[in-house]
C-alpha cells in the first residue's frame, strides 16, 4: 500500500490553503438536509426499528428492489433483486469485487489514470494492475486489444465509463462495444465504476456497458447524489459472483447502515424529489465546470490544456510548458494560496508529471475564477514565458 499523496498534501503543514481544486467532494450547499431532516425524524420518532438494528449483508430487501428497478430501467435489461448488494459506499464495492476475485499473480486492468481509491483498494490483492491509456474518449480499447493479442489474460477490467475521476473524460459508444466485445472474446469481467452517470451536464447519454456487455459488475451509490457521509453505495454482479461477495461483505462489516439505508429507500419513494434535486446538482456542475474551463481557456492559453467535461466533478490538465513540472506549479501555487492535486497521483506508474486532476465542485464560479488567476500567477512565478 503507498499512502496517498493527495491525503498527505492536505494535511500538510502550515495554514489550509484559500481555495482548493485538489479534493472531489460533493458541494456542502448541495446537501438535503431539510429532506433528510424530516425523513430522519420520522423514522425515529416513529420508532423503526429496523432503522436502528443490524441488517442483511446483502442489504434491506427494500433498498434492494428498489435498486433493482432503477437498474432494471437504466440499464434497459432485467436485473434481479438477488443481483444487487448494498454496499457501504462504492469504495468497498470495489474493495469486496478485487478481494473475491483476484489472487496474487492475476492480472486486473485499469484506465491509466485512474481513481486512487481503486488502486488503493486493489493493490492488497497482490494482483498485477496493468494501466491502459486514456484520451477524450476514455480507456484506449485498442490498446487494450494489443496487450490481450500479446498474451495478457486479466481477470477484470475496472473503469469509469462516465466523466472518469480524474480525467473527466467519457467512454464513447464505439469503445464501450469494443470493450464488451473483448471481454466476452477474453473471458474477463468488467468493473464499472459509475459514481458519476446521473450527473451529465451536456451531451449525449450513452448506455452503460452494463447494458451492452456480458459479466458486468455495476458500481455505484448515493455518495455523489445525496451525501457520502450516508455511506450507501450498491452494486449489481452477474450471479455467480453475488454469494462470494457477500460472504466477503459478511467479513467486512456485516451490513451497511441500516439508518443511511432506510433514508435512502425513503428519498427513492420520492420520485420528483429525485428529478428537482438532480437538476440542481448538474445545473451547479454546469456551471462550474464553464466558469473553470472558460477561465482557464482565457487566462491559460498555451499554458494549460483542459479537458472539458460532459458530467461529473473533475476536469483533466495538461501543463503544455514542458519546463514546468506539476510538482512545481503546485508547490508555487500553494504559496499563493491554492491547492492542487498532480495527475501522477493517479496514475498506475508514476506518469503525468505535466498533469493536474482540477475538481470544480466545491468552489463558486468567482472562486474558480480566482483559482486559475493563482494558477496563472505560478505559472509567471515559475518563469514560464506566456502565450
Ligand atoms: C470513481 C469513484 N469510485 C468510488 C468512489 C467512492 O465513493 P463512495 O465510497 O463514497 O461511494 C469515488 C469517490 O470519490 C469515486 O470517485
Redesign the pocket.
Known amino acids: 500500500m503507498r499512502p496517498s499523496a493527495l491525503r498527505e498534501m492536505l494535511s500538510a503543514g502550515g495554514p489550509p490553503a484559500r481555495l482548493s481544486l485538489a479534493g472531489?467532494?460533493p458541494p456542502e450547499e448541495a446537501f438535503p438536509f431539510a429532506t433528510l431532516a424530516e425523513l430522519a425524524s420520522e423514522l425515529l420518532s416513529g420508532h423503526d426499528v429496523r432503522a436502528l438494528q443490524y441488517t442483511s449483508a446483502e442489504g434491506e430487501p427494500k433498498l434492494r428492489s428498489q435498486i433493482a428497478e432503477v437498474l432494471t430501467r437504466d440499464h434497459r435489461r432485467e436485473v434481479a433483486t438477488e443481483r444487487v448488494v448494498v454496499?457501504?459506499?462504492?469504495?468497498?464495492?470495489?474493495d469486496l469485487v478485487g478481494r473475491v476475485m483476484l489472487d496474487p499473480g492475476d492480472v486486473a486492468i485499469v484506465e491509466d489514470p485512474t481513481?486512487v481509491?481503486?488502486l488503493r483498494a486493489l493493490a492488497p490483492t497482490g494482483a498485477r494492475i496493468v494501466g491502459v491509456g486514456c484520451d477524450d474518449d476514455g480507456m484506449d480499447t485498442d490498446i487494450l486489444a494489443a496487450l490481450l493479442a500479446d498474451g495478457i489474460r486479466p481477470k477484470l477490467c475496472y473503469l469509469?465509463a462516465n466523466f472518469?475521476?480524474?480525467s473527466g473524460a467519457t467512454l464513447s459508444g464505439t469503445r464501450r462495444q469494443a470493450l464488451a466485445d473483448l471481454s466476452r472474446q477474453y473471458g474477463f469481467v468488467i468493473v464499472e465504476?459509475d459514481?458519476?452517470g446521473r450527473l451529465r451536464f451536456r451531451g449525449e447519454h450513452i448506455d452503460p456497458l452494463a447494458s451492452i456487455a456480458g459479466d458486468v459488475v455495476y458500481?455505484?451509490?448515493?455518495?455523489?447524489v445525496v451525501a457520502?457521509g450516508l455511506?450507501?453505495?450498491y452494486l449489481s454482479a452477474p450471479e455467480w459472483l453475488v454469494r462470494p461477495i457477500v460472504l466477503a461483505k459478511q467479513a467486512a462489516d456485516l451490513a451497511t447502515s441500516s439508518l443511511g439505508q432506510r433514508l435512502v429507500s425513503r428519498l427513492l419513494d420520492l420520485p420528483d424529489w429525485w428529478d428537482g434535486h438532480l437538476a440542481l446538482l448538474r445545473s451547479i456542475y454546469a456551471e462550474r465546470a464553464d466558469a473553470l474551463t472558460d477561465a482557464v481557456d482565457a487566462q491559460l492559453p498555451g499554458r494549460l490544456r483542459v479537458r472539458r467535461p460532459e458530467g461529473g466533478?473533475?476536469a483533466w490538465a495538461e501543463i503544455l510548458d514542458d519546463a514546468v513540472t506539476s510538482t512545481a506549479l503546485i508547490a508555487t501555487a500553494r504559496r499563493l494560496g491554492l491547492a492542487l492535486v498532480p495527475g501522477s497521483e493517479f496514475s498506475v506508474a508514476n506518469t503525468f508529471e505535466h498533469a493536474l486532476r482540477l475538481s470544480y465542485s466545491t468552489l463558486t464560479p468567482a472562486e474558480l475564477g480566482e483559482a486559475v488567476a493563482i494558477i496563472a500567477a505560478a505559472f509567471d512565478d515559475l518563469g514560464s514565458v506566456r502565450a
Open positions: 472531489g467532494l454496499t457501504t459506499g462504492s469504495q468497498q464495492g470495489i481513481y481509491g481503486a469509469c472518469s475521476n480524474p465504476d459514481q458519476y458500481l455505484s451509490g448515493f455518495s455523489k457520502p455511506r450507501v453505495g466533478m473533475f
